[in-house]
Structures are given as structure tokens and as C-alpha cells.
């Protein structure tokens, strides 16, 4: 197998020299041991995760800024607990630096349980939840060091995850989408919406379903990027002795490339870091918010997305000329009470 670019020879795997030696976690990825440093067990699988810290460095300050419920918050410190400890097990391949990684995962995803499941509900609900989860909790993490079976872990941390996930779905259609808000939503009302002058109505309808059409946009980009970052994650289980073999061939950097673990936590962490934004968003909409709020993605595949107030997006100029036509039509619904509403729009109402 040729290759045309420069490139020097992959170095030997040195188990037996690495500073954390020996390995004593139950997982050793397709990364070779210590090829690299003598002071990183598997170094790209390390170094992905920095992008998992900065992510959540980025999401606990906008939350602490711009005023977003506590509870996400503790999502993103859990995020970024997660990466931390992910690059400290990536780093020493310990058993103690594994729990830290898989267990967060854990935790966090029971986290966003709670916070998906326990909004409008009553206090007694809340507290019975809490008490569910934290006991869920506690029997994962006893049950996994007890069994200490990857397979476990891995499992527990899907079906949660897709349990707030549709649940997420679901209260986002329900309580957004104009046609099943009124029939269908559980979320609180403080203005009855037929109190509103009808271009007001129709102005409002307009927003909420731009509104869902950028969620599901977010939910489809976010849920793709996550399931990707899985699937080369499986090929890399899959065929790592292939995978070895054809990273010594190209040699390195190119060979860095290769590394499907490493390609997971960049996935994943942009996958999940999209979840936490757009729950924050479902739930500044879900408190009638959407006024005060907008989500700042100036596009789509080059950017991050973050939920800021209205003010401080408009300080931008592309955002600015992005808001002119909604803007417009908000405030001449406002003057003209008696303009004619197209037959589009009374179907949105």
C-alpha cells in the first residue's frame, strides 16, 4: 500500500516502558500503548478530549452569562467531567481513571434526565424523580464495578440517552409546533394566546414554527454527527488489527487520521454539546422566552451554536440583517390590527 505524501516511520508500541505501566483498566482501545510518549498511554485518544474540555468550559460560562437554568449548568459541568476524566483514563489506562470516564457519562445523561422529565412538574414529582435517578444512578455504578463488563456500561448509557431524547422530541413538538400546542401541550401557559390580537397571533405562529424548523435542523446535525462518531468507533473494534497495520504503512502524521477512538470523542463531543444547547433552548421556549432568547449559529457546519440573549446577538451585524424581516413583520402586526391575515397564515393559528 503506497503513499505519495512525506511521512515518517510509525514508532514501536512500548507498553512495557510508559509511565502508567501496567494497563489495569478493562478496555485497551486500537490506539497503540505508548507509541508516542513515554507519559501518554494512548495520546491522540488524550488529546481529542481536549475539545470535550473546551466545550464545556464554553458552555458552563454562557450559562453562568446569560442566565440559563441551573440544571444545565450541572449538564455541562458533567460534560466537562467527562472529557476530564476521559483524557486522564486515555492518558494512564488505570481502572480508577475508567470509572471516572464511564461513570460521568452516566451521571450526566441521568442529569439530563431529570431536567427533560421533572420541567412543570410538581414539587413532589421532582423530588420523587430525583430520588429515582440518583438511585439508578447508584445501582449502575455498583452493578458495573461489581460485573466490570464494558458492555454494561455501554448499554445503560444508550438507553438513557435515547429515553431523553424522544422525550425531548416529543415535548419540543407538542409545545412548539402551532398545530398541537393548543390540543397537546404540557407546558404552563402565562398568556392565553386568543387574548392576542389575531396578526399577533399569526406573527408568533411564524416565529414558533421558524423556531422548530432550526431544532429539528440542530437535532438531525447534532444526532448525525453522534451516531458517525459510533459507527467508526465499531470499524475501529471491528478491524483493529487491519486498521494497525494501515497506520504503519502511511506512517506518520497521516496515521493519526486512522485513529477511529479518537474520531469518536470529536464526534460525540460536538454531538452531545449540540443536546445541551438545544435543551437549553426547548426550555427557555417552553417558559415563553423566545422573545428574550435566539439561537446564535451563524452557520451551520463552520460554528458552534449557543443560546444568548436577543441583545447581545443583535451585536452582530450579520445577525442584525438575519433578524430585519421577522422584526418587521412582528411590529406591523402590532400597528395594523386590521390588516387581512392570508389563508396560509390562519392555518398556522
Known sequence: MG???????????RPEEGYWAPVTSTINWCEEDYYATIYSAEIVNTLTNLLFIALGIKG??????????????VA???????????????????????????????????????ATFSFSQSRIIRQVLAGGLLSLAVFITL??????????????????????LFRSMYVMEVNI????????????????????????????????????????????????????????????????????????????????????????????????????????WLRHCLNERQDEYVLKWPSMFLSIPEVVPRIEAEKSSSYRESLNGYNNGKTNGHANGKTKVKSEDRKAV
Not at 503513499?3 to 508500541?13: E, G, H, R, T, V
Not at 486522564?88 to 461513570?103: G, I, R
Request: with cysteine; net charge positive; aromatic share 16%.
Open 3 to 13: 503513499f505519495s505524501l512525506p511521512s515518517f516511520k510509525y514508532p514501536p508500541a
Open 60 to 73: 458552563i460560562r454562557n450559562c453562568l452569562k446569560y442566565d440559563h437554568d441551573s440544571v444545565f449548568l
Open 76 to 114: 455541562f459541568i458533567g460534560y466537562l467531567l467527562v472529557g476530564s476524566g476521559s483524557f486522564a483514563f486515555h492518558s494512564t489506562l488505570k481502572y480508577p481513571m475508567q470509572l471516572v470516564d464511564e461513570l460521568n457519562m452516566i451521571y450526566t445523561a441521568c442529569l439530563m434526565c431529570y
Open 143 to 164: 452493578y458495573y464495578h461489581y460485573l466490570q463488563d464494558p458492555l454494561f456500561h455501554q448499554n445503560a448509557f444508550a438507553i438513557i440517552t435515547a429515553v431523553v
Open 177 to 280: 409546533r402551532p398545530s398541537l400546542k393548543a390540543k397537546y401541550g404540557t407546558a404552563p401557559v402565562r398568556t392565553d394566546p386568543m387574548s392576542l390580537p389575531k396578526p399577533l397571533r399569526v406573527a408568533n405562529a411564524r416565529r414558533d414554527q421558524a423556531i422548530l424548523k432550526e431544532m429539528w435542523l440542530m437535532v438531525a446535525l447534532g444526532l448525525s454527527i453522534f451516531l458517525s462518531g459510533f459507527g467508526i468507533w465499531a470499524l475501529d473494534n471491528r478491524y483493529c488489527s487491519t486498521i494497525r497495520r494501515w497506520r504503519h504503512q502511511v506512517g506518520l502524521p497521516w496515521g493519526i487520521l486512522l485513529e477511529g477512538h479518537g474520531w469518536w470523542h470529536l464526534m460525540t463531543g460536538i454531538g452531545s454539546y449540540f443536546y445541551i444547547v438545544w435543551a437549553i
